[in-house]
């Protein structure tokens, strides 16, 4: 069974689902023939992928796609990227995609600014990330930088929908899916397609429990429950991810700690990095919930 995040991937930029500013600055590249170096950042699920490697097919290149979040050390460097973009090339460019690029090391990322410069006149490097922050100075000033907006709900449903039609399925109400999983559209295309039961759109509510989490765990904050109660609330979300929940919470810490929101904010960054980089999600946000039901 095919993936219809990867079927309905848009080929070109008219396909593509995004802001119009971004899209015009790209076709005017993409007219040229030719880029700057780029850097997309946003929220997770949004299309930078997606743009970078429409970029990619639109232009007469030779690419190399590295997923940073699986190569992300110097030898990556050192043993695929600068190879490439120093070995000569037939095509009119040559174009590096480092995604996910804020798992790259920092050592990582300082080594790749020399070889961004010495191979300018031959190779550009397009860079996407969910975290600005993490990919250091330098780097981004040695790129074009566009922060991926989603498009609005009602675009998002439009195109849910003319999926479900060319896949002669039948239309249902996909609003609830919609508003858990937006702004992640690769989420919302996911679940809708993991709920289709004999050619229509069946909603498991146990797909849809994570829209309630965030709500469930500040009431259980405004009440000073015990830690042992808000990892039940954890655990019957039945979630693997909580990445909503950090700004969950972040959006409503003036009202649940009043004076001690700053201190509220620290932690919640502190464990929304930390996050990251573990293995398991939930223990990290225990751990978080714990902290703050002190400062409560």
Not at 23 to 47: C, E, M, P, R, W
Not at 98 to 121: G, H, V
Not at 134 to 139: D, H, K
């Amino acid at each position: 069974m095919e993936l219809w995040v990867e079927k309905y991937r848009p080929q070109t930029l008219e396909e593509y689902v995004g802001n119009e500013t971004i899209k015009n600055k790209i076709a005017d590249y993409l007219k040229q023939g030719s880029i700057q170096n780029l850097l997309f950042h946003g929220v997770a699920g949004t299309g930078k992928t997606t743009l970078a490697k429409l970029i990619a097919k639109n232009l007469n290149c030779d690419l190399l796609y590295i997923n940073a979040s699986d190569e992300r050390g110097i030898d990556t460097i050192r043993d695929k990227i600068i190879p490439f973009a120093s070995s000569m090339s037939f095509n009119d460019v040559k174009i590096v995609i480092l995604d996910e690029a804020d798992y790259i090391t920092p050592q990582a990322q300082a080594t790749l600014r020399n070889t961004i410069e010495s191979c300018s006149k031959t190779t550009r490097f397009i860079f996407t990330c969910n975290y600005l922050e993490r990919i250091i100075s330098p780097l981004q000033s040695r790129c074009q930088t566009f922060e991926i907006t989603p498009p609005s709900k009602e675009v998002v449903t439009d195109l849910a929908c003319r999926i479900l039609v060319a896949e002669g399925v039948k239309v249902s109400d996909i609003v609830p899916v919609i508003h858990t999983h937006y702004p992640d559209i690769r989420k919302i295309i996911n679940t809708i397609q993991g709920s289709v039961v004999d050619g229509q759109v069946k909603i498991d509510d146990n797909s849809l429990k994570n829209s309630q989490l965030g709500g469930l765990v500040v009431d259980a904050l405004i009440r000073k429950s015990k830690l042992s109660e808000i990892r039940q609330i954890l655990a019957d979300s039945g979630s693997r991810e909580f990445d909503d929940l950090f700004k969950y919470i972040y959006d409503k810490s003036s009202t649940l700690f009043g004076d001690n929101e700053g201190e509220a904010i620290l932690i919640i960054a502190k464990y929304q990095y930390e996050y990251t980089f573990v293995l398991e999600k939930e223990i990290c946000v225990a751990a978080m919930l714990n902290k703050l039901l002190k400062i409560c």
